[in-house]
């Protein structure tokens, strides 16, 4: 079992900035494929970034590619989310993950991952 706990979400305006923090605790952080999701009001959750284990491999949704950067710090046990640019569509509440089960492209389905966090929520003003 893997517990997961985001937070910095808030209110910015655009073109700002904002990091996303994920604690995990429980099994080991180590091997696991983290990914962060976010799920817009009416909207579906959908893939924003992962970062598979082994090699730190990192994959973006074009829509926030160069805005956002994904990271881990084993130490911490800690996944974050970087986010620069920001624009008022990347308002939403977003949410870490984690899952053992993927490969490639498939670390961008929800469905992949087992343990998910309560979600952090992020209001981008125009």
């Known amino acids: 079992q893997v517990q997961l706990v985001e937070s910095g979400g808030g209110l910015v305006q655009a073109g700002g900035s904002l990091r996303l923090s994920c604690v995990a605790s429980?099994?080991?952080?180590?091997?696991?494929?983290m990914g962060w999701f976010r799920q817009a009001p009416g909207k579906e959750r959908e893939f924003v970034a992962t970062?598979?284990?082994?090699?730190?491999?990192?994959d973006y949704v074009d829509s926030v590619k160069d805005r956002f950067t994904i990271s881990r710090d084993y130490a911490k046990n800690t996944l974050y989310l970087q986010m620069n640019s920001l624009k008022p569509e990347d308002t939403a509440v977003y949410y870490c993950a984690a899952g053992l089960r993927c490969l490639g492209y498939e670390c961008r389905l929800a469905g992949k991952y087992d343990y998910w966090g309560q979600g952090t929520h992020i209001t981008v003003s125009s």
């Open positions: 429980g099994r080991t952080f180590r091997p696991y494929n």
């Open positions: 970062i598979r284990w082994p090699g730190n491999i990192m």
